[in-house]
């Protein structure tokens, strides 16, 4: 995973045209991003080719509009944005190949940035098609991919493109890369791995590829429930996918024969009816959970031997919160637990790298994001990647 060039191998790339993949999928709000973060984080690697004399293309889709121009998914909208997180003006400009953009690089000067329409108008794009992929490389003498949350997907932006330029991994991309590898890829021992959210159906690829790889595995919110009721425990009406009992056996079998050691919890938070602070919030052992009762996260007891478990290892891998986090006080374990895996972090003794949506809000929440070695905001492609799978954007990359 390492063997990927990165902007430190580039020449001089005075006058060069750069094709710059970045993530631009923005969420919006009346016509102006509500969160810059994807800029600011691109933002190295454009302004380091820019600097470097380059004229920079950058390249991203935006929205779902199907292989078809569309009025309200033009790239355009974001312009603005990108224009105060770089404190630069740049060039639209509404194709992503042909003459329009030919004219476009003869008017940029070395250092300018020019920001190509949607790149997802065009169906080249998504089906991966050769041929629409020479079409743009045509126009660049190096491809740049900083989009790591893109590279689950092969498309011509994020794949194919590497096959007709030399092809290189922005700053985001190579950061990226070396904290998952430093997770999962080549980890400093004992690892542990937390695994939780709602449902165990979502992440059965990621338990296989983790029971293998890590020597504890934490699993928490609602998917500990269907591994409790596995296990013959009475959950109420937790959220519990009774179907999955077999699969949560043999993983925590595959789980026996790794090496694994699953941490399951054995004390729970429960309440008859979900909302907050609810009159019939409790702490209970995990046998004494009643019929009418739900489990909305994990309890302080477990949280205690958890960290107790995060001091004896080097290495955590983080997906999912523990509780229902989004309602009070159903964050108190992932809160808790987040503060000491981030005061180990700090401390030198553990490298921490969490991702998924919810997981980062969570942190976030916590007030640890910040104190984390990494947090992934890929969505997707760190699913993929937690599941072993390989993606195809930095395949491309590692050729
Ligand atoms: P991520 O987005 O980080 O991958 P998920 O989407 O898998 O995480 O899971 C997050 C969701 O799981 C949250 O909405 C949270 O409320 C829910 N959740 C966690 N524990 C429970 C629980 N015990 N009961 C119901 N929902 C839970
Ligand atoms: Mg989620």
Redesign the pocket.
């Known amino acids: 995973m390492s063997n990927f060039k990165t902007l430190d191998d580039l020449g001089d790339i005075t006058g060069k045209v750069v094709l710059l993949r970045v993530d631009l999928n923005l969420p919006m709000k009346d016509g102006s991003a509500t969160d810059v973060t994807r800029v600011e984080a691109v933002k190295p690697t454009i302004l380091e080719l820019a600097d470097k004399g380059a004229k920079v293309l950058l390249l991203a889709h935006f929205g779902r509009p199907k292989g078809q121009r569309h009025s309200t998914m033009s790239t355009s909208f974001v312009q603005g944005d990108v224009e105060k997180v770089l404190g630069k003006e740049i060039m639209f400009i509404p194709e992503v190949m042909g003459p329009v953009v030919e004219q476009s690089i003869g008017i940029l000067r070395d250092g300018d940035i020019g920001l190509l329409d949607n790149v997802r108008f065009w169906p080249g794009e998504e089906a991966n098609d050769p041929e629409f992929a020479k079409g743009i490389a045509a126009h660049g003498d190096l491809y740049v991919n900083d989009a790591f949350s893109a590279a689950h997907r092969a498309h011509a932006s994020t794949e194919g493109l590497a096959h007709y330029l030399p092809a290189y991994a922005g700053r985001a991309m190579e950061a990226e890369l070396k904290a998952l590898d430093a997770a999962l890829g080549n980890p400093e021992a004992p690892v542990a791995a937390i695994v ?4 165990v159906s ?2 059965l690829d990621v338990l296989h590829n983790l029971v293998g790889r890590v020597q504890h595995l934490v699993i ?3 998917m ?2 269907t591994f409790l009721a596995a296990k013959g425990v009475d959950v109420g009406k ?2 519990c996918e009774h179907d999955l009992a077999d699969t949560a056996n043999r993983i925590m079998d595959e789980a026996d024969h790794a090496g694994c050691t699953v941490h399951l919890p054995y004390d729970v938070v429960v309440a008859k009816e979900f909302a907050a602070n609810p009159p019939s919030l409790r702490t209970s052992n995990v046998h004494e959970v009643a019929k009418d009762e ?4 994990i309890g302080p007891l477990a949280v205690e031997a958890l960290g107790d478990v995060l001091k004896t290892c080097r290495t955590l891998v983080w ?8 309602t009070e006080p159903f964050d108190a374990a992932t809160v808790s637990l987040a503060k000491t895996a981030a005061a180990l972090t700090q401390d030198g003794s553990l490298i921490s790298v969490a991702g ?5 809000a969570a942190l976030a929440q916590a007030g640890v994001k910040d104190d984390f070695t990494f947090v992934s905001t890929a969505g997707g492609a760190f ?1 993929e990647w937690m599941e072993g799978k390989d993606l195809p954007g930095v395949a491309a990359l590692t050729a």
Do not use: C
């Not at 939780?196 to 449902?199: M, P, T």
């Not at 998924?356 to 980062?360: A, F, L």
């Open positions: 939780g959210g709602a449902k979502t992440k928490g919110g609602g500990a429930n937790s959220l739900m489990i909305l996260d997906n999912g919160p523990l509780g229902a986090f989004e998924g949506g919810d997981t980062v699913l």
